[in-house]
């Protein structure tokens, strides 16, 4: 049987349990469609705006989280160097480069084949990996975009582990 057979039957959507996750924690939202909806979430380092789309014939969740910046033609080429460089460092996700539109984004994919719903705890641990790794590497990219730094000294400042708080 291939993975495009019929999906079995689901008993929630997916996208109205995050609409109900962004009302308890009074993100803004707007629920573009049936299968979509994009949330603002305010991270350690920037704002961050957080689509979400369900995938019916791939019975898959997939998240897009867009930094509030875009990347001038000029620097595409260090931008592309930076994300090759970042996502050997990731296990879960990845960053990419939307050309057309100059955004780094960071994306993750939750399948939940067999009718399977999502739970809370999933909606947390996508949301956590998102933040942690856009916030994580957040001053990379602005180091190289804005900061004129070589893609090595920006992957030198965000793997730093800092011990304490100033």
């Known amino acids: 049987m291939s993975f495009m057979s019929l999906a079995a039957d689901r008993e929630s959507n997916p996208v109205d349990t995050i609409e109900q996750v962004a009302h308890f924690n009074d993100w803004m939202f707007e629920r573009s469609g049936e299968h979509e909806i994009s949330i603002s979430v305010t991270g350690g380092e920037s704002d961050y705006h957080i689509s979400f789309s369900w995938m019916d014939n791939l019975e898959t969740l997939h998240l897009a989280c867009a930094f509030d910046f875009r990347v001038p033609e000029t620097r595409l080429n260090e931008m592309y160097r930076l994300i090759a ?21 960071f994306r993750h994919a939750l399948l939940l084949r067999g009718g399977q719903g999502v739970t809370s705890e999933q909606l947390d641990d996508l949301l956590d990996i998102a933040m942690s790794e856009c916030n994580r590497f ?29």
Do not use: C, K, R
């Not at 970042?86 to 780094?104: A, S």
């Open 138 to 166: 957040y001053p990379a990219f602005q180091s190289v975009l804005w900061g004129g730094n070589t893609v090595e000294q920006a992957l030198e400042i965000a793997l730093l582990d800092t011990v304490g708080e100033a």
């Open 85 to 105: 460089q970042i996502n050997e460092q990731l296990w879960l996700g990845h960053f990419d480069l939307w050309t057309q539109e100059g955004l780094v984004m």
